[in-house]
């Protein structure tokens, strides 16, 4: 057995992103379009006889307990009765506190990486089970490609490929906390919903126009109310030629998508002159 390994973390960003209502358990049933993006965090797993130890290379990632990566790693030996330990570290790149999935993505990651590390024989599906304990986009994370989520975000279907797409992600120089965004959501303040089933059908069948047209994120409307530089973003992606810009999960990072590298290059110098997080992406591919 392996006594390590390392893993690519990718971000996420939701296509569309829609509120079906509260639930018993104090969450929202969802229905959203995930799609992960090359924008990768390097995890870096090596086996220990006992115990669990995480550093990052950010002091924005806290480097205790409270890190979702952790808190993986103590349900996985839980969860196996796998007597060991793992040491942890994080490389980061995505952008904490931006509706990347970022922390979740790192979390999936361990899951996955302790699986191989420990050969513990976990088929996807039970690593999904496990990670939803941690985390509502974990699963996704596991699952990984362009997906379908509903419930709290882990019952998911698998949907073609949205392969090559191009964007642009800018963060604003802030976080938002996804548990408060939800929390004030109102119902009553949407105007705009997604067109879910039109954005899977026109995915399916490579009409990306037709895809743009029906992405929408409710939860814009709660973000915009805090950071108006949401709207600025999104007006100034679709001014630098974005065939469609969005708020990807709670916010704030704001995803363009264009359609030809030229012009996501120029839209991506100058929105950097403004804001630091500024990253060209495309799908992730697995490698
Ligand atoms: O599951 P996770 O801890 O990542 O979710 C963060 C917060 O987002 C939750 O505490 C909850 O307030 C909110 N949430 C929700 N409905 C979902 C997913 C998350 O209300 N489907």
Request: overall charge negative; charged content about 20%.
């Amino acid at each position: 057995m392996d006594t390590t390994v390392s893993l690519l973390a990718p971000a996420k960003v939701n296509l569309t992103l829609d509120i079906k209502g509260p639930r018993p358990d104090g969450y929202h049933e969802l229905e959203t379009i995930m799609h992960q993006v090359n924008l990768v965090d390097t995890v870096h797993l090596r086996r220990l006889t006992d115990g669990i130890e995480v550093s990052t290379d950010s002091p924005l990632v806290p480097g205790d307990s409270d890190n979702l990566a952790y808190r993986a790693a103590v349900e996985f030996f839980q969860a196996t009765g796998i007597a060991g330990g793992v040491d942890i570290h994080i490389e980061k790149h995505i952008p904490v506190g931006a509706g990347l999935a970022g922390g979740s993505t790192d979390a999936a990651a361990v899951i996955k990486g302790l699986n191989r590390l420990y050969a513990a024989g976990l088929d996807i599906k039970d690593q999904m089970v496990l990670g939803a304990r941690i985390g509502s986009d974990i699963p996704f994370c596991i699952l990984g490609g362009t997906a379908l989520a509903r419930g709290r975000g882990e019952i998911l279907t698998p949907l073609s490929p949205a392969r090559n797409l191009l964007m642009v992600l800018a963060k604003p120089g802030y976080s938002v906390s996804t548990r408060e965004v939800y929390a004030r959501y109102d119902q009553g303040k949407v105007t705009r919903r997604p067109d879910t089933g039109g954005v899977e059908a026109a995915l399916a069948s490579g009409n990306l126009a037709g895809a743009c047209a029906g992405m929408e994120n409710v939860l814009e409307t709660v973000t915009l109310e805090c950071c108006p530089e949401v709207a600025l973003l999104k007006q100034m992606m679709t001014d630098l030629g974005a065939v469609k810009a969005l708020m990807s999960g709670s916010g704030p990072t704001v995803f363009g998508i264009f359609l030809q590298r030229e012009v996501a290059e120029a839209a991506c110098a100058i929105i950097n002159r403004y804001y630091e997080e500024v990253f060209i992406v495309t799908s992730f591919e697995r490698g």
